[in-house]
């Protein structure tokens, strides 16, 4: 990587030379960790021309530094940073301009950090038994056509697509295919204008909760439930009412009687991957009806569904307009995608549409038209048939590999999906036992960040399969259960 001479400046009150100072530049720069080893630098006619000073001065400063092994030349390509260069003696050394004298404890208006949620290890590949949700596997991804899509959405006939502000519109071809295909899948029927692109399920579930709660409103979660949706809420300034869910999800009976929205996930109850019944859907349902209450659907991952159908979404069911609809291409395809969608009725909608518009305008035009070109291609419902086969092998052998552990199976979807939530004997700290398991190689997802309850069990934990071949669970398995008879 060669280094921009723009980002040489002399200083007019510097005291010595102009080749010392640039000799002080460099070397500064070099000891920071700025310019690194083998990066190249730029010539002394460039760096001479953008500092409007004489190129032998340049040059002279150059000899110096390649003499104090600062810099290191190469016959006919020019001058490098040394990768035996000196380094600071000060360890820690700061990259950073100057010194922060701001008493950001009094400037910071409202605090976002500080919620429990689930670690996310930049380096989860390196570990060879990845027992953790969510996260793309390249052996099952479709990469070359995924390729081929976006490089027909960066061609000279799709030339809108990539650079139009869409102000607050979405692709129309990625919306025909949610609303043709997608939804109808789901049992929903829904107009463009009833359909926002979002930037992932959590942004769809922030605007959901902008536009619906604040101060003197009652918003019902799942306990244990999703810890990003209850982040979101902390910073809405509503009331939070954790609800219990059991073996058939969100139990309405339990519903308090003042609640204004309800958030649920009955198709794939996360994190304990219970499916609500019909017959509890409908009674959620005639209740949000009876006392006048709105229903927000997360269903991230309905496309698992390999053993069984899934059942009809909630919204599909709903004859009032009161539930509103969250889902997500980036469960399904990759999680940096980012691209999700809200399905409601339009006066929601459209305030949706205008707080998006204010806050991100939309999700990039070139994102929507390539995975709109992915569906459309069916390339997505190939990948999805590759993926369903995948994951009944590794449930499969993930269940016999559990059986005759100390580990105790507490949920697992009746239609498939790509995790089990398992419980450990009481008295083991799962927080304890995933710090412990990554030392030998293994991630497991700690329970605690998923319960709001400060009282919640530590014995609980999620075991997902979507990140690990078949052949790894069963070691993967038997080391987690070697640690907690080590424990116990």
């Keep these: 990587m060669a280094i921009d001479p723009e980002t ?22 070099i000891l920071s960790g700025r310019f690194r080893p083998g990066e190249k630098m730029p010539s002394s006619r460039r760096l001479a021309q953008h500092l409007g000073i004489s190129r032998i001065t340049v040059t ?25 260069a000196p380094v600071s003696p000060i360890s820690g050394i700061s990259n950073d301009a100057g010194q922060d004298r701001v008493d950001w404890g009094q400037a910071i208006a409202h605090h976002y950090s500080g919620a429990r949620l689930v670690e996310r290890l930049p380096d989860w590949r390196s570990y060879p038994y990845p027992f953790i949700y969510g996260q793309a596997d390249p052996s099952l991804f479709n990469q070359s056509s995924w390729r081929l899509c976006a490089h027909q959405a960066l061609g000279k006939k799709e030339f809108d697509s990539l650079t139009t502000d869409y102000g ?33 399920a959590q942004n769809a579930l922030w ?28 910073h809405a300034g509503c009331a939070i009412q954790p609800v219990p869910v059991d073996g058939a999800g969100l139990p309405p009976a339990r519903l308090p009687g003042d609640v204004d929205v309800v958030f649920t996930t009955p198709s794939h109850q996360c994190p304990t991957t219970a499916t609500m019944p019909i017959e509890r859907r409908h009674a959620l349902l ?17 496309e698992m569904s390999f053993l069984h159908a899934p059942a009809p979404a909630l919204k599909s069911l709903d004859e009032d307009g009161r539930v509103i609809y969250v889902g997500s291409f980036s469960k399904s395809l990759f999680p940096g995608l980012r691209l999700g969608y809200l399905v409601g009725s339009e006066p929601f909608i459209h305030e949706a549409r205008a707080l998006r518009h204010a806050m991100l ?25 590759q993926m369903r086969n995948a994951y009944e092998r590794r449930r499969a052998v993930m269940q016999e590999a559990l059986e005759g552990t100390p580990i105790e199976i507490a949920g697992s979807a ?5 995790s089990f939530w398992v419980k450990a004997p009481r008295g083991i700290d799962t927080a304890a036992l995933a710090t412990r398991l990554r030392a030998r190689g293994v991630l497991i997802e700690p329970g605690n960040p998923f319960f709001a309850g400060q009282d919640s069990p530590d014995n609980c934990f999620r ?20 640690e907690i008879e080590a424990m116990g």
């Design 207 to 234: 605007l959901a909760v902008q536009i619906l709660l604040g101060p003197g409103r009652k918003a019902v979660i799942e306990e244990p439930g999703y810890p990003g949706l209850r982040d979101i809420l902390r």
């Design 168 to 200: 607050e519109r979405d692709d129309p071809e990625l919306i025909d295919f949610i609303s043709r295909h997608t939804l109808p899948r789901r049992g929903i029927l829904a107009r463009p204008e009833q359909i926002l692109v979002t930037m992932g």
């Design 463 to 482: 075991l997902a399969y979507s990140s690990i071949p078949a052949s790894r669970i069963p070691e993967g398995v038997a080391r987690i259960a070697r």
């Design 361 to 385: 305008r939309h999700p990039p035009g070139h994102i929507q038209r390539t995975t709109a070109y992915f569906l459309a291609r069916g390339h997505y419902d190939a990948m999805i048939r």
């Design 8 to 29: 040489f400046f002399l200083d007019p009150n510097f005291q010595g030379t102009l080749q010392s100072q640039i000799q002080q530049i460099v070397a500064a720069a």
């Design 414 to 418: 009746g239609f498939g999906g790509s």
């Design 60 to 84: 002279l400063a150059y000899t110096e530094l390649v003499a104090d092994d600062y810099l290191t030349t190469r016959a006919r390509s020019g001058y490098y940073v040394s990768e035996t």
């Design 286 to 302: 005639k209740l949000a009806h009876e006392r006048n209450f709105l229903l927000v659907e997360d269903d991230y991952e309905f």
